[in-house]
């Protein structure tokens, strides 16, 4: 009975390929999140978005796009990936967004993308 | 810049003492605190929170301190048990927006 699924749970490609990273979740959550975790495992936030509209959108490159169909669904596409891309990579989903409700995230298993 | 740091990547700690884990942050804005609990191949799972209203919050064998003059907070497990071995995060944000992590720290309890 899983709360935040993403897949897939590994991707190997080559430099300059496309990918997508798909992340659902069956808790009825407003929002959802993007992190990536890098080598030295800090966990940064790239995007987040409630109700299907995007609300934070960190200093990201424009090859990441994040596209969300309905609000139980947030992929990640990159595109032209490069080496440093290589990460794991978290979807998380809150109850809200804030505004003095303290929501707990609630995290997927990760993806971790190796660019050859 | 990393707002939030856990200054001590692994801790080692005999079954039935106390392991304490510490993070430090640098925006006195920040108001809303939370540890999560991370198995390799897992994502994070939610452990225990506290808002900035207090200095304490206890569920079981967990106990979370603040210390908002200090920008520090820490993590207190007693018992410690081998199934407590994982790394542990801690996050801080201000008004529930948007959660900055700390690198972690990798627990080991020695049966």
């Known amino acids: 009975d899983t709360a935040v699924s993403q897949t897939p749970k590994y991707l190997v490609t080559q430099m300059g390929n496309d990918k997508s990273i798909k992340c659902e979740q069956n808790?009825?959550?407003?929002?959802m999140y993007w992190y990536k975790q890098d080598s030295k495992k800090f966990l940064k936030i790239m995007f987040s978005y409630n109700n299907k509209e995007l609300i934070i959108n960190e200093t990201v490159p424009n090859r990441f796009s994040p596209k969300s169909p309905d609000k139980a669904h947030l992929n990640l596409h990159i595109n032209s990936l490069e080496l440093g891309d290589s990460a794991v990579y978290f979807c998380a989903s809150s109850q809200d967004v804030g505004s003095g409700a303290w929501e707990t995230q609630y995290f997927g298993p990760g993806t971790r993308l190796l660019v050859l | 810049d990393q707002q939030v740091k856990q200054n001590s990547p692994s801790l080692s700690v005999q079954e039935g003492r106390i392991s304490i884990l510490n993070c430090d942050y640098t925006?006195?804005?920040?108001?809303?605190f939370l540890w999560y609990k991370k198995y390799p191949a897992e994502g994070p799972t939610f452990l225990i929170s506290i808002s900035s209203i207090k200095d304490k919050n206890e569920d079981g064998r967990f106990t979370v301190f603040l210390n908002k003059s200090a920008k520090h907070l820490s993590l207190h497990i007693v018992p410690s048990q081998p199934g407590d071995s994982a790394v542990y995060f801690c996050?801080?944000?201000?008004?529930?927006?948007?959660?900055?992590f700390g690198t972690g720290t990798s627990l080991t309890v020695i049966p």
């Open positions: 925006n006195s804005m920040f108001d809303y």
């Open positions: 996050a801080a944000s201000e008004a529930g927006n948007q959660f900055y």
């Open positions: 808790l009825g959550h407003d929002t």
